[in-house]
């Protein structure tokens, strides 16, 4: 490759000699406590660039003579800086991607296929739940009319002890009406 195809080759941070300038990242003096979206941000930028890098290396390779040995080198070392960059960006970016999705991407398909699967699961197993819990809430309202019938002194008492638990819970949970995640409390049956 001549030095005239080089320079339109490169992005952005080439200079007019096909050598791909190394820029200073600020991105590797920061801090680990630093938003979650900026360090992901990194990553990504990180990413491009490598992916810049890369097809810079291909393009030099595909075409490689004797001449373009140099460049060649100076390519290389760029892309191990920039691959040792995002390993140290990476750090900071707790990101779990389940194995599934990694599957479902290698096999050539869609991840969004993943995301519907598992909402749909969450739906049905939400749904047998929510049967579940109106079967035993049936099961209570049913014991406790039969039980009236039978002994309805014994119910009174249950029902005032109950109250009064109640009412002690409500008390104490009156300043931990906030979840830690923001939420308000809704309001328990009794």
């Not at 190394?22 to 801090?31: F, L, M, R, V, Y």
């Not at 992901?40 to 990413?47: G, P, R």
């Not at 491009?48 to 060649?72: E, I, M, R």
């Not at 960006?89 to 296929?113: F, H, T």
């Amino acid at each position: 490759m001549d030095p005239s195809q080089a320079s339109t080759l490169g992005t952005g941070g080439s200079g007019g000699n096909g050598i791909v300038s190394t820029q200073t990242n600020d991105t590797a003096n920061a801090t680990p406590y630093d938003d979650p979206k900026q360090n992901l941000t990194q990553v990504i930028n990180s990413i491009q660039k490598t992916l810049g890098l890369l097809h810079q290396l291909y393009l030099t390779v595909s075409s490689f003579n004797s001449a373009s040995q140099l460049p060649l080198l100076q390519r290389l070392n760029s892309l191990v800086t920039e691959l040792d960059n995002m390993a140290k960006l990476s750090e900071k970016c707790n990101i779990q991607v389940p194995m599934e999705v990694l599957n479902l991407i290698d096999d050539g398909k869609n991840p969004d296929e993943f995301t519907r699967d598992v909402l749909n699961s969450c739906i049905a197993k939400n749904q047998v739940t929510k049967g579940k819990t109106d079967a035993f809430k049936s099961l209570r309202k049913h014991l406790l009319e039969e039980l009236e019938h039978t002994f309805p002194d014994e119910v009174e008492s249950y029902r005032e002890i109950r109250a009064s638990s109640a009412a002690e819970s409500k008390r104490l949970a009156q300043p931990q009406s906030i979840l830690p995640n923001g939420d308000v409390k809704v309001k328990t049956e009794l």
